[in-house]
């Protein structure tokens, strides 16, 4: 009799008794790409993402307390504009013994999903987490696999907590949106959790009916609560069974939280193929293969990164977020570097999305052409736009116009281009000298008079606006902007170019400005212990102080910050000034890139990879960062060095996988956020528009391509490069002196125009026309393939 009775209760529990074979996520990742994480890492953050949603946890399964913005909430599952979850808890208790899941022994990331890994070496027993976010849905899923290696049967409780913190995101409380306390209700096996005063509500349950359940004590003054779940489980020896959880929600409504929940969990193994399919899209767009396995590895996942970054919220917009954790929403400048490279790698119809949401948005709350900093997901502005955001939407709307040929789209915007460039000098430029005042990219206190990289970017500005006008048929406005654009060009030559420096200033100011932020300087040099930067600033005091210039506007050069380095990056630098300034930039540099700030770098830095140690407490101060990395890159090709430019793209793969397996953080080796959007500009430009040199034309239906490679590359091939209606594929292979590049087109309407050193060159397939201009031998083809040889 109690054989008989123990058999049935194993019958009911066992975790397996479905009558259909469980479906398991990792049958969906066995031929995926996967990286694991370190174990000196497994404290650190990871993300799981989606457009919707995304979960942020710890690498080890737990979710602690992270990030800033709101302090200790940006890790759990948001949904914004709104949070749903802390996160969550496990807990497997076989034989007495309580195995809790918040240790794991390592973690592996994919292009769409994660697993962690928990061993318990004792039992015989590991249990594996894997979660993913399928996509356009509002919530994560969650599959526990529990795997019995022993040859003895095992049975025992598996505990679920969910705590759920049901808030609204950064500056709600500028959209009426305030948190209240959460309460929640037991049904048919899940937790259906509301927030009091709003229509939020978080679901979370699993595929099996629980043995018991209950809520745990909330702490006096809390909003959040926590639930349980408790299943019975009977583990067969040498098996595996699994456990299918859902976190869902809504800021909505009701129903709106239960058909999003329903449609995950039973639909998950649907909903994880149609990611998967759609993300090895993403992977053959501009495939990459070089000599080069780590940079190539880099650039390919750097995609995956650019659509975790992806958010939606659909009574706003859909555009990209900057950062996860604690810029999850949108940005203005962030935007405008990193949508040139989401371009390039073929993802563009996130790029339109998003340009539409910053006009939008920029139109309403500025009216002016001003383009907007930050903006959260509740649509609360917080920053309306500093100086450079401006000029650079102009300069993105010609880039990408470049890349889609569709006029509607520069018809639309170009309103906003010529209002804006109107504001920027007749609201910012008091002295009328051409160089608008005000803060760029560089966030420093004082620093907001006639900055370099404003100055920069506003000359490119205008010469891209003369050429959107001459497109549109507006020869007056062409001419004129080109005026404005050619006399910039020459005064930032002129004005900025520091001969004491080898360098293009930080700005230009008076002697007023530069002493006050010279004292600055010093105590910031001093509180890092750069004995040669004070010494330096202390030296440009007296220099100040022996010569004053009476209240004349002068270039200084006092921070070294990166952005001096803008008038090579737009290609507006003199020839012999630039390969100065690159060569003086060189020295602020450390193993993984380019200071912030070079004032920050210390004697010792670039010499030792083992001996770098970054601060304890996150901070901007004393950063190398990958966009300044990223931009040095570019400018060394705009000046026929892709050597040097291989060389910062290298340290910046350094830093790849460095902390979160597949990802690159936004401050170099593993500080600040742990995915970063414009980190595809600092590799996609380089890569696909330099290297390979790609220059779409597609008004035109025309595609520019003039390679430079860098040295170490004898073979390399980019295939699938998305412009417009055409997609174009570039095999390069260098044996000695023998040169071999070939070009496919998908689209025969459009016209191929390969530009090539000048050389003895035979057309081996492909019919084309030949000729000579200066230094270059061109090809010109509207065939489907171009083969070109060097006769040697």
Request: proline fraction near 4%; charged fraction near 20%.
């Amino acid at each position: 009799m109690r054989q008989f009775f123990l058999f049935f209760f194993t019958s009911i529990l066992c975790l397996s008794c479905s009558t259909e074979a469980p479906l398991y996520l990792s049958d969906l990742l066995t031929d995926s790409q996967s990286i694991q994480g370190k174990e000196a890492y497994l404290d650190s953050p990871f993300v799981t993402a989606g457009d919707r949603v995304y979960m942020v946890g710890h690498q080890n399964g737990t979710f602690p307390s992270l990030g800033w913005h709101i302090k200790g909430e940006m890790g759990g599952i948001w949904n914004h504009p709104i949070k749903l979850m802390d996160g969550f808890d496990a807990k497997v208790i076989i034989g007495g013994d309580t195995l809790s899941l918040n240790q794991a022994s390592s973690f592996v990331n994919y292009p769409f999903a994660n697993k962690h890994i928990f061993e318990f070496p004792s039992k015989n027993l590991v249990v594996e987490r894997y979660q993913f976010v399928p996509d356009g849905q509002q919530g994560v899923f969650v599959q526990y696999v529990i795997k019995n290696d022993s040859n003895e049967n095992m049975s025992g409780s598996f505990q679920f907590f969910g705590h759920t913190d049901l808030r609204p995101t950064w500056l709600g409380e500028h959209t009426q949106m305030y948190d209240d306390v959460d309460e929640a209700r037991y049904e048919e096996g899940k937790w259906i959790v509301k927030d009091k005063s709003n229509p939020w509500f978080n679901i979370y349950g699993s595929d099996r009916t629980p043995s018991d359940n209950g809520k745990l004590p909330r702490k006096k003054g809390e909003n959040h609560l926590s639930g349980e779940l408790v299943y019975n489980i009977s583990l067969a020896a040498k098996s595996r069974h699994n456990l299918n959880f859902t976190v869902a929600g809504s800021y909505t409504s009701l129903d709106d939280a239960k058909k999003n929940y329903e449609t995950i969990q039973n639909e998950f193994y649907d909903l994880g193929q149609q990611k998967k399919a759609r993300y090895n899209k993403l992977s053959e767009q501009t495939k990459l293969t070089i000599p080069n396995a780590d940079l190539q590895q880099t650039f390919e996942w750097l995609k995956y990164n650019c659509d975790w970054l992806v958010r939606t919220v659909p009574e706003i917009g859909t555009g990209i977020g900057a950062g996860i954790p604690d810029y999850p929403w949108w940005f203005g400048v962030d935007s405008e570097y990193s949508l040139k490279g989401y371009m390039a790698i073929g993802q563009n119809e996130i790029v339109e999305k998003t340009i539409k949401l910053l006009d939008s948005v920029s139109m309403d709350v500025n009216g002016n052409g001003k383009i907007l900093h930050e903006m959260s997901t509740n649509g609360s502005v917080f920053n309306k736009g500093n100086i450079n955001e401006t000029p650079q939407f102009t300069s993105l709307i010609w880039e990408i116009y470049l890349w889609n040929g569709d006029k509607q789209f520069l018809e639309k915007y170009f309103p906003t281009v010529q209002k804006g460039l109107d504001w920027l000098l007749k609201e910012n430029d008091e002295n009328k000298n051409l160089f608008p005042d005000g803060f760029g990219m560089m966030e420093i206190h004082g620093l907001d008079s006639e900055m370099i990289d404003v100055a920069a970017y506003t000359q490119r500005a205008f010469d891209d606006a003369s050429k959107m006008a001459a497109e549109l048929n507006l020869p007056e406005a062409s001419k004129s902007y080109k005026i404005l654009a050619d006399t910039l060009k020459k005064k930032i030559n002129e004005e900025f170019w520091s001969e004491d420096f080898d360098s293009y200033a930080d700005f230009l100011g008076t002697d007023e400005q530069a002493l006050h932020l010279i004292e600055d300087a010093i105590v910031r040099a001093d509180t890092l212990n750069k004995p040669w930067a004070i010494e330096e600033l202390k030296t440009t005091k007296e220099k100040i102080i022996r010569n004053p210039s009476h209240g004349a506007l002068k270039p200084f050069v006092l921070h070294h910050n990166w952005v001096v380095n803008t008038p090579m990056e737009m290609g507006i630098a003199d020839s012999a000034k630039a390969i100065t300034a690159l060569d003086t930039a060189k020295k602020f540099t450390n193993p993984f890139g380019v200071f912030v700030t070079g004032i920050d770098r210390d004697d010792s830095a670039g010499k030792d990879l083992g001996s770098f140690k970054g601060s304890k407490v996150f901070s901007y101060t004393g950063a190398v960062m990958t966009l300044p990395t990223g931009v040095q890159a570019i400018a060394e090709n705009n000046y026929g060095r892709p050597n040097e430019a291989l060389d910062y793209l290298n340290r910046m793969t350094r830093t790849f996988s460095y902390a979160l397996p597949g990802s690159m953080y936004e401050v170099s080796p593993d500080y600040g956020m742990m995915a970063q959007a414009w980190n595809i500009y600092s590799y996609a430009i380089p890569i696909v528009q330099q290297f390979f040199g790609i220059m779409p034309l597609a008004h035109k239906k025309i595609v520019v391509i003039e390679p430079q490679m860098p040295d170490a590359w004898d073979r390399a091939q980019l295939e699938n490069v998305k412009i417009s209606d055409n997609a174009v594929s570039i095999l390069y292979h260098k044996d000695g002196n023998n040169l071999k590049i070939e070009v496919n087109q998908s689209n025969p309407d459009w016209t191929i125009q390969l530009i090539l050193p000048k050389n003895n060159y035979s057309i081996v397939t492909g019919n084309s026309e030949h000729s000579t201009e200066g230094n270059s031998s061109i090809f010109t083809s509207s065939d489907k393939q171009l083969l070109i040889s060097l006769n040697q």
